[in-house]
T-cell receptor
Framework: AQKVTQAQTEISVVEKEDVTLDCVYETRDTTYYLFWYKQPPSGELVFLIRRNSFDEQNEISGRYSWNFQKSTSSFNFTITASQVVDSAVYFCALRNTGNQFYFGTGTSLTVIP | EPEVTQTPSHQVTQMGQEVILRCVPISNHLYFYWYRQILGQKVEFLVSFYNNEISEKSEIFDDQFSVERPDGSNFTLKIRSTKLEDSAMYFC????????????FGSGTRLTVV
């Protein structure tokens, strides 16, 4: 069975602080893909990153960085120097080779000016 | 960049009415999906569709739901007799193949059942 856990329901930070969103996943598949999506108040799912299970290299994209550790089944997401526009709900998701997505329950991030 | 288009963006319907949510997947994609997100909750898989038939469906996708690709471009989700608990955001998605193919979500249709 596949499962994604985002233990942080809500996080508030002051602008310019760094913030890390946690994601822990469970799967018996050896090949799988991990994703982060941002959902602003307008409701659409904005794709942020995709990672496959064979690529544990961390990735940085501007103020965003991701730390994938298979040993702990975690795929954490850090926003550096947060901005008010980062306020949204962030979803971690796992996609198996059957193409179905399994989403976590989301973390609602509020960045206070 | 190619997009998955969903219409309408917001639909209000009366309980018991039939509703059809429409999606235009990316043109060369082969696999199509519907997901549902009840307000404040996670996004949940409803159904996948390939080669003109359902390939997988969840427990949520009961007899009240059906999907169709009527004309080779549209992909529709029909809810036969809507209930209050069907109020949710419905996302359509498509992908070109299995594995590490790009998987694109539409911007969603917010369905409100009153």
């Amino acid at each position: 069975a596949q499962k994604v856990t985002q233990a942080q329901t809500e996080i508030s930070v002051v602008e310019k602080e760094d913030v890390t969103l946690d994601c822990v996943y469970e799967t018996r598949d050896t090949t799988y893909y991990l994703f982060w999506y941002k959902q602003p108040p307008s409701g659409e799912l904005v794709f942020l990153i995709r990672r496959n299970s064979f690529d544990e290299q961390n990735e940085i994209s501007g103020r965003y960085s991701w730390n994938f550790q298979k040993s702990t089944s975690s795929f954490n997401f850090t926003i550096t120097a947060s901005q008010v526009v980062d306020s949204a709900v962030y979803f971690c998701a796992l996609r198996n080779t059957g193409n179905q997505f399994y989403f976590g329950t989301g973390t609602s991030l509020t960045v206070i000016p | 960049e190619p997009e998955v288009t969903q219409t309408p963006s917001h639909q209000v319907t009366q309980m018991g009415q039939e509703v059809i949510l429409r999606c235009v997947p990316i043109s060369n994609h082969l696999y199509f999906y519907w997901y549902r997100q009840i307000l404040g909750q996670k996004v949940e898989f409803l159904v996948s569709f390939y080669n003109n038939e359902i390939s997988e469906k969840s427990e949520i996708f009961d007899d009240q739901f059906s999907v169709e690709r009527p004309d080779g471009s549209n992909f529709t989700l029909k809810i036969r007799s809507t209930k209050l608990e069907d109020s949710a955001m419905y996302f359509c998605a498509s992908t070109g193949g299995q594995g590490f193919y790009g998987y694109t979500f539409g911007s969603g249709t917010r369905l409100t059942v009153v």
